[in-house]
Every structure is written in C-alpha cells, then in structure tokens.
C-alpha cells in the first residue's frame, strides 16, 4: 500500500513572495503518477500540476513547478508570484497506472496574505 | 469541467435510513470512483470501477456499497446510515492510461 504524507498542516505567504509546500510518499512501485490538487472553498478538486515518475525533468506550469526526487520519495510544490486567489488547501496525491487508485495527504492550507 | 455531475448536492438524513448517491458522466471514461473527505483528512477511497459491473473495493469500503449497471452511471449506496458517514463525498472519473482524475463537485451528506 502507498502512503502520502503532508508535514505542513498550514501555511501562509506574502502575497507576491514563493512558498514551498511538502510531500513525501512511500511505494514499492516503479512507475506511477503524482499529482498536487488545489480545492478552494468551493470544495471543487482542481488539479494543479503532474509528474510522471519515469521522467526526470520536473514538471511546471505558469507559477507553479515541482521538485521531484524520485531516490528520496520526495514530490514538492513550489508556488511564484503568490496570488491571493492561491488561497486554498492543497493536496498532494498518489496514482497507481491503469486501475488509477489514488492515495491522498491529509492537506495543507496555504493562506496568502495581502 | 470533465461532464460528471453528482446528486443530490446536499442531503440531511437519519440514522438507520438508507441513502444512495448518484454519480453521472457524458465522458464515456471506463473507471469510476468514489471518495469521501473528512476535516483533516484527504480523499479516501471507498470503491471504484472499472467498467460495468466491475467494481472493487477502496481502503474505507466499510458500510458501503456501489452499483454500475451503465457506463455513465455509478452509485454509491448506505444501506443503513450512520453518524460516522457524515461528510463530503466526491465522485470521480479515471482514464483507462490510469493518469488522471477528474472530480465531480462533491456531495455533502449529514447523518443525525
């Protein structure tokens, strides 16, 4: 079974300043997918960013990049130029290949501040 | 978003009365999901599909049951409701490469 844990239950920012948000997982699994969410008080899921475990170069996407280190199980989440609508609780989650069953952390919520 | 919707959106029940939640695609995608989320939690797993009449049981499958007689449908059911099962319950799309997750908007089940 896999494992995702978030070490940061909270967190805040300055608006416009980078933050950097934990992950670390556990697998006996060669391939596989990491995923961070964002679900605002809307409570919609809204995928953030994707790594996929054979590639070395890490993912990114406008402010948002990762930092992963596959030897250390180690999947990062690096927010620029922090916005106010960044506000939200982020997840970091785990995926399996075909059947696709996903292991979720428990969550931090990132507050940014004007 | 991905086409899946959920119903109903908000639900205040009983204990002891039975509850089913319905989960809706036009997407056509072969597995299915379904999650629930408590306060300092994630998303856990309750049970998923992978195609019709195919389904399996995730890591908190206890008291639940699913159902998927047709691709774009697939139901969750409480067969007797408990307090415990108070809270927020997302449906899911999967792609058959296994890749990705699309969510449905959530439904917020109160058991008293």
């Known amino acids: 079974a896999q494992t995702v844990t978030q070490s940061q239950p909270e967190m805040s920012v300055q608006e416009a300043e980078t933050v950097t948000l934990s992950c670390t997982y556990d697998?006996?699994?060669?391939?596989?997918?990491l995923f961070w969410y964002k679900q605002p008080p809307s409570r919609q899921m809204i995928l953030v960013i994707r790594?996929?475990?054979?590639?070395?170069q890490n993912a990114t996407e406008n402010r948002f990049s990762v930092n992963f280190q596959k030897a250390a199980k180690s999947f990062s989440l690096k927010i620029s130029d922090s916005q106010l609508g960044d506000t939200a609780m982020y997840f970091c989650?785990?995926?399996?290949?075909?059947?696709?069953?996903?292991?979720f952390g428990d969550g931090t919520t990132l507050t940014v501040k004007p | 978003d991905a086409g899946i919707t959920q119903s109903p959106r908000h639900k205040v029940t009983e204990t002891g009365t039975p509850v089913t939640l319905r989960c809706h695609q036009t997407?056509?995608?072969?597995?299915m999901y379904w999650y629930r989320q408590d306060p300092g939690h994630g998303l856990r797993l309750i049970h998923y599909?992978?195609?019709?009449?195919?389904?399996d049981k995730g890591e908190v499958s206890d008291g639940y049951s699913v159902s998927r007689s047709k691709t774009e449908d697939f139901l969750l059911t409480l067969e007797s409701a408990t307090s415990s099962q108070t809270s927020v319950y997302f449906c899911?799309?999967?792609?058959?490469?296994?890749?990705?997750?699309?969510f449905g908007p959530g439904t917020r089940l109160t058991v008293l």
């Open positions: 989650a785990f995926m399996t290949p075909n059947a696709g069953k996903s292991t």
């Open positions: 697998t006996s699994e060669s391939n596989y997918y």
């Open positions: 790594q996929e475990a054979y590639k070395q």
């Open positions: 997407e056509n995608h072969r597995y």
């Open positions: 599909s992978y195609g019709v009449k195919d389904t």
């Open positions: 899911a799309l999967g792609t058959s490469g296994g890749n990705e997750q699309f």
